[in-house]
């Protein structure tokens, strides 16, 4: 395992992480994660713990996360790596206390679509069964993982309200693209029959409407004219799951529509996904949208036919009313 090898990949100086072999997976945010399932035997649990690594340089076109596996049993108690290796540390009364672990899978991801490959230059030092185990686990969950490490490493700006919203244009429509409104998103990509297809995501941003409507285009990135393969329309009102309210195939053929939706669904718990992206877009629109506050009179409302408070000895009506807006009487 290099950290700073031929391609200068890097990652953190060292990482240390106490293990949970009852769950199912680990996923941190510094580099490491460990992924769990059962093992050959009754009761025993297997692990891989992944290192994250990728070219740090923000000019250079590689958009490729490099995993490095390693295999551990479920009695161990801590992994952490640093400089000399990745380490394990056993129970108390174990013999030995503590081992360096063997790499066993050199992989390489795209945080975008999930296409997960043994390491192109080094295919006879990865296990096929481990980049397999790794590839099952490609989930929106761990994607955005990767794509969070992605951005640190390379620098980019991480996912928040963009600074350079077009007002005039979100107001054109009732639903609004997620990138429109937020920036650092990941790009939700697919491949079906060597062809990439990216999702594009609508939703409500307007505070206080209660439509719960969304819905989701796929387009071809080979299709130059812009048109969409196909698109779903979605209520997502309700604690959970969604209701497919129409799907209609545009510039593909149905069943190529069915089967992205399909590929969407396998990725994400839909309906807490895009519960979570809308509320995450009502917040910006709440700054966009906020209502102005009526001024609210602190001093006592002074009757027309009363003295008016100048101290003229005149009546208010006949003196100062309608001065404060510009619209006063003559005497």
């Not at 076109?61 to 161990?76: E, R, S």
């Amino acid at each position: 395992m290099n950290k700073d090898g031929p391609n200068e990949h890097t990652t953190a100086d060292s990482v240390d992480v106490v293990l949970e072999p009852s769950t199912r997976r680990q996923l941190g945010e510094d580099g490491l994660l460990v992924f769990w399932r059962d093992g050959t035997e009754p009761g025993q649990r297997e692990g891989l713990v992944c290192i994250l690594s990728m070219c740090p340089h923000p000019d250079c076109a590689c958009q490729l996360v490099y995993i490095d596996g390693f295999i551990i049993d479920g009695n161990a108690t801590r992994v952490y790596w640093e400089d000399e290796g990745v380490h394990l540390e056993q129970p108390k009364g174990a013999a030995p206390s503590q081992t360096t672990l063997d790499e066993k899978m050199m992989a390489v991801v795209d945080p975008d679509s999930g296409d997960t490959r043994a390491h192109p230059d080094m295919p006879d030092a990865t296990d096929p069964m481990l980049v397999e185990w790794l590839a099952s686990e490609m989930d929106g969950e761990l994607l955005d993982v990767l794509h969070r490490f992605r951005a640190r490493a390379k620098g980019y700006r991480p996912e928040g309200p963009r600074a350079d919203l077009d007002l005039d244009e979100l107001e054109k429509y009732h639903l609004a693209y997620v990138d429109d409104l937020l920036e650092g998103t990941r790009s939700d990509e697919y491949i079906l029959s060597d062809r990439r297809y990216w999702s594009c995501i609508h939703l409500c941003p307007t505070p206080g409407c209660d439509c719960h409507e969304a819905r989701i285009i796929f387009f071809d990135d080979q299709v130059e004219s812009g048109d969409a393969a196909g698109n779903v329309l979605l209520d997502i009102s309700g604690d959970s799951g969604v209701k497919i309210e129409k799907m209609t195939a545009e510039s593909e053929p149905e069943h190529v529509l069915t089967t992205l939706w399909s590929l969407f669904e396998q990725r994400h718990d839909v309906g807490s996904f895009l519960r979570k992206r809308e509320a995450q877009l009502k917040a910006v629109g709440e700054t966009l949208w906020r209502p102005i506050p009526k001024p609210v009179r602190t001093d006592p409302k002074v009757g027309r036919n009363a003295p008016c408070p100048c101290g003229s000895g005149r009546k208010f009506k006949k003196c100062c009313l309608g001065k404060d807006d510009g619209s006063s009487k003559s005497s």
